[in-house]
């Protein structure tokens, strides 16, 4: 027994203290909370493994944290998307066909232009050398143009996903994405599929391909303009990455081949240590003694933007719940419509995981982000999904296979329809069931995301980045699909046949005495 203990100690001892510690770029582009939660929990975990950690983000610290630098201070350079989403412009903008278009240019292509910035030019120009950077951070998702700072810097590059890859991800280090049984998660297909739901999954992959590849394409320039002239180019960088870190896991998006060069990550941005809640927040929870529902649309849609009808069938809705409370998380209440019901609570900001993590949570109602989800997931919260746009759909269609969740159509949120979903999750205690036994199935892993990342991270750093990368890297889509070897196959048969076909005609017309035209001609008097 304590020879066992002692060899645990040695295990925690080995995962905790760094072999080495490197310098890191990270750079995150991209103006979203959501996003940037992971980053937040990857960058200050290599941090506090001993690494010298240079971060470029719209996020600095607030504490600081020994090891860790904002070197690049980008907030307030780009319009928040932060609790600036309205309903109108979710609906008008982020339909599924237009959705890749803009990951490739708003919150694409423009960011590249960050790279402007002068702290970040200085960087570039004159990057460290007491010591020299050993790898670049970044996210993968619209901005390309950040992966050439691999090359740039002449370390590799590992990229942050965080959602399940992209259709165009996968191509960056040839992983694998037979739309036959992998969904494509821009669409709301799900394993297995029927004849027609491949047609569509197969369809909706290659268009969204070609879309991110020609609307990213003017990415090019950018890294010319900013990286230099002799930089490699936009379709070289992405297939420079050395390594790519995924926010899914197979117990929430099913199974999918991955090459060596993709890790799941899913759920790293939950930090182990819950903090403290407010104490007035806590005190209201711990009052609601009969349950309270949470209801978050992220960081980013307002809520109070939704249409009157809406909100006043929320509102009569909600009033039926009492003596449930509720607790909403709304950006700007004051622009509410008068006559929230008095069961309810509205805050601008809201600790979520405690709150997911309180004793007295029944229900969490929200618009399927990836990340709140897997938070309500990883605390076992059964949850209301009205998705509006992107992978939210598919997250709450997969929730809902789950048996955890209730999905409600953003458009026709009736009162009726809103009751019936309260009804359902708060009376049927198999969801709470459902949700607790996916948590623990969620959570059982050999090791935690964030010490899994920081893992493959000192991985690449220690050997190179090139060793993790598919051999299919150096073929074409027909190769890999063995187009070829079908199409050779297919003319060597065809080519034997119509050779067997002559032989046996020259030899009937040997055997018969007659020349081969007669042996013809008489066939076809037959
Ligand atoms: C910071 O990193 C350096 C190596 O880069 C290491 O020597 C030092 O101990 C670290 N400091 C802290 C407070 O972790
Ligand atoms: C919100 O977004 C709009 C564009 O959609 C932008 O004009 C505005 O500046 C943003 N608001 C803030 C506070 O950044
Ligand atoms: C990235 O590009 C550089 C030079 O352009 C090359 O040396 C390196 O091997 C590439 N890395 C990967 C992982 O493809």
Same mark, same amino acid.
């Not at 199974?255 to 941005?269: C, I, K, N, Q, S």
């Not at 995981?353 to 109602?365: A, D, G, I, M, S």
């Given at each position: 027994?304590?020879?066992? !203990? ?25 103006? !979203? ?26 996020? =600095? ?81 619209? %901005? ?26 996968? +191509? ?19 394993? =297995?599929?029927?004849?027609?739901? @491949? ?14 590849? %020609? *609307? ?11 990286? #230099? ?9 992405? @297939?420079?990455?050395?390594?790519? &870190? ?10 999918? =081949?991955? /090459? ?14 819950? +903090? ?14 009969? !349950? ?20 006043? $069938?929320? *509102?009569?809705? &909600? ?7 509720? &607790? ?59 998705? &509006?746009? #992107? ?15 209730? $999905? ?5 949120? /009736? ?5 019936? $979903?309260?009804?359902?999750?708060? !009376? ?25 990342? /920081? ?22 889509? #027909?190769? /890999? ?35 081969? %035209? ?9």
């Amino acid at each position: 027994m304590r020879m066992f !203990g002692f060899n645990v100690l040695l295990v925690i001892i080995a995962a905790i203290s760094p072999g080495e510690a490197y310098r890191i770029l990270g750079v995150f582009p991209l103006n !979203g909370k959501s996003h940037f939660v992971m980053f937040d929990q990857l960058m200050k975990g290599l941090a506090k493994r001993g690494h010298q950690v240079d971060v470029v983000s719209h996020f =600095p610290l607030k504490k600081p944290l020994p090891n860790y630098t904002d070197v690049v201070d980008l907030s307030g350079t780009m319009p928040a998307v932060l609790n600036n989403m309205t309903y109108d412009f979710v609906k008008s903008v982020l339909t599924n066909s237009a959705v890749v278009p803009l990951l490739a240019t708003q919150f694409g292509g423009e960011l590249c232009d960050l790279m402007d910035h002068p702290r970040f030019r200085e960087i570039i120009k004159n990057p460290p050398k007491d010591p020299p950077y050993d790898l670049v951070i970044t996210e993968i998702f619209g %901005s390309s143009c950040y992966l050439a700072l691999g090359q740039h810097f002449n370390v590799p590059v590992v990229g942050v996903a965080t959602c399940v890859l992209m259709p165009w991800t996968n +191509d960056m280090v040839a992983n694998p994405d037979n739309p036959a049984y992998i969904p494509n998660v821009l669409s709301d297909n799900f394993a =297995p599929m029927n004849f027609f739901q @491949r047609v569509k999954n197969a369809l909706s992959l290659w268009k969204a391909k070609w879309d991110f590849n %020609s *609307y990213s394409a003017y990415q090019d320039d950018k890294i010319k303009k900013y990286l #230099g002239p002799n930089s490699i180019s936009l379709r070289e960088a992405e @297939r420079n990455v050395s390594l790519i &870190l995924a926010n899914s896991h197979y117990s929430l998006h099913g199974v999918r =081949p991955y /090459t060596t060069a993709v890790v799941e990550v899913g759920g790293l941005h939950i930090p182990q240590e819950v +903090d403290a809640l407010p104490k007035d927040l806590q005190k209201w929870l711990d009052d609601s003694k009969d !349950g309270f529902v949470y209801m978050s649309f992220g960081s980013m849609i307002k809520i109070e933007s939704f249409p009157k009808e809406t909100l006043a $069938a929320l *509102y009569n809705s &909600l009033k039926k719940l009492a003596p449930v409370r509720v &607790l909403i998380k709304i950006a700007k209440p004051q622009e509410l419509p008068p006559g929230l019901p008095s069961n309810v609570l509205t805050l601008s900001w809201v600790p979520q995981v405690p709150v997911l993590n309180h004793k007295h949570v029944r229900v969490f109602v929200t618009h399927g982000g990836l990340m709140g989800t897997q938070e309500a997931i990883h605390c076992g919260v059964p949850m209301i999904g009205i998705p &509006l746009f #992107g992978d939210q759909m598919q997250n709450i269609k997969l929730y809902v296979r789950k048996k955890i969740a209730v $999905a409600l159509d953003h458009d026709q949120l /009736t009162e009726e329809k809103l009751d019936t $979903a309260f009804r359902t999750v708060l !009376g049927d205690p198999s969801y709470l069931q459902a949700a607790r036994k996916f948590s623990v199935e969620f959570r059982d892993r050999p090791m935690r995301a964030l010490d899994t990342a /920081t893992f493959w991270i000192e991985y690449v750093i220690r050997h190179g980045g090139t060793n993790l990368k598919s051999p299919a890297m150096e073929l074409t889509w #027909g190769q /890999t699909s063995l187009l070829d070897i079908y199409g050779a196959l297919f003319l060597s048969v065809a080519l034997s046949a119509y050779l067997v076909k002559v032989i046996i005609t020259t030899l009937i017309a040997i055997v018969t005495g007659s020349d081969i %035209s007669s042996v013809k001609h008489s066939k076809k008097v037959k």
